[in-house]
């Protein structure tokens, strides 16, 4: 699963008040970050591949070879945290966070960067960027809460970071994925070979934004969309994204038909293992529906209960392909990601939680990505990556159907 994950990088931002860092120094965060590569040490190692025997690149692999993370300091003279979050601009967001790509020199390449960005309140910033390579967004969020732990002194011992070779029951579950079918799966799409140089070249112009849904207009939108039919946030929030996009593609392209649900298996997460055996990657077809037109109901109800599962399709097909050839995930369809079981405002400083925590993926296809993450004051947050032109359609559906900017 690592290999079909090669082009994709996650990113993650945390926010902390004065009273949360006052007196810390890049050494006091640095300390800790030997410890924590004792348990993560894939982290600090670099890409290599194996010869083929033509000269050309092999399968790719990790080499850990204390290569190390790469910390990187800044200052923000001119803003407070609470002037900077005001702003809610995701362009800028991305000052905080470094902007890493693999390669061209693949082993030079760090697969994970943190930068410590202090503001003129005297609070600071937490920026990752992370090689999805390495693991999910799961997985970078224990690396950081990891990160947090040693540093209030907790003892941890060292462990063999195995990876899990439990098979999903949900897998099994399913015939039509225990063998490879003979087209791609719904889930993936090829690319151009990028050789060494791991980055994907989108065809159109491509934006982020962030809708922030708090737990009153969350309530709101699951009593009208199901009454008082149980229904789990992410899947009402997917279903009500997905037909508001189909509305404003519709007025120039195609809907989208078919979706990915990109969630983590809770069988396979634990805090010590950085992997991506956890993804379970599945897609939605709307065959008898038109998404524009269909009840949000209905399609909160494919989500939930009409889900193919292609995971296991994924990984054989890796194996065949031996991890060389170039595809992506995120984006190859509409892409919804269930991050509200991620851990993130576990992090804390002296105590502190983070007064605000967002994750995003770069490395996005031209369909776009949508992440679904819990919110510290009830509700959620809705992070997307998507075309440009679609972004203001769906701002002004989101401020008209749901009141949110």
Not at 129 to 150: E, P, Q, T, Y
């Amino acid at each position: 699963m690592d290999f079909i994950m090669k082009l994709h990088y996650i990113k993650a931002l945390y926010f902390f008040k004065n009273d949360a860092v006052e007196g810390l120094h890049i050494h006091d965060l640095k300390l800790p970050m030997f410890n924590l590569l004792e348990l993560y040490y894939p982290t600090s190692g670099r890409i290599r591949r194996y010869d083929d025997g033509d000269g050309g690149g092999g399968r790719p692999f990790i080499k850990c070879n204390d290569g190390g993370v790469r910390i990187v300091e800044a200052k923000c003279k001119n803003k407070t945290i609470d002037e900077w979050l005001a702003m809610n601009d995701n362009d800028h967001d991305e000052e905080l966070v470094y902007d890493q790509l693999l390669g061209p020199e693949l082993g030079f390449s760090p697969l994970v960067f943190i930068q410590f960005t202090w503001f003129k309140c005297g609070g600071m910033s937490i920026g990752l960027s992370w090689a999805h390579i390495l693991g999910d967004s799961f997985s970078a969020s224990n690396f950081l809460n990891m990160w947090a732990k040693i540093m209030v002194g907790q003892l941890i011992s060292p462990q063999f970071l195995h990876k899990s070779t439990n098979t999903n029951k949900l897998i099994n579950s399913n015939p039509i994925l225990l063998s490879i079918v003979g087209k791609l799966p719904f889930s993936l799409k090829r690319v151009d070979p990028v050789g060494d140089h791991w980055k994907i070249t989108n065809t159109i112009k491509m934006q982020s934004h962030s809708f922030h849904i708090t737990q009153k207009q969350l309530n709101q939108l699951i009593s009208k969309v199901c009454g008082t039919y149980k229904v789990k946030p992410f899947d009402v929030i997917c279903a009500t994204m997905w037909k508001m996009l189909a509305k404003v593609r519709g007025e120039y392209s195609s809907e989208p038909a078919i979706v990915t649900i990109i969630r983590g298996d809770d069988n396979e997460t634990t805090e010590v293992v950085s992997s991506n055996n956890q993804v379970i990657i599945s897609i939605v077809e709307a065959n008898d529906v038109k998404v524009s037109e269909a009840d949000t109901s209905e399609l909160t109800e494919l989500i939930a209960e009409k889900t193919v599962d292609e995971t296991r399709v994924v990984e054989e097909l890796m194996e065949k392909e031996n991890g060389v050839p170039d595809f992506i995930v995120y984006g190859a369809n509409l892409t919804f990601v269930n991050l509200e079981e991620a851990k993130i405002y576990d992090l804390e400083l002296r105590g502190k939680q983070p007064i605000f925590a967002s994750y995003n993926i770069s490395g996005v296809g031209d369909e776009g990505v949508i992440l679904v993450l819990p919110r510290l004051e009830g509700g959620r947050i809705v992070n997307l990556v998507l075309p440009q032109k679609q972004i203001e359609g769906l701002k002004n559906k989101m401020r008209e159907e749901l009141g949110v900017f």
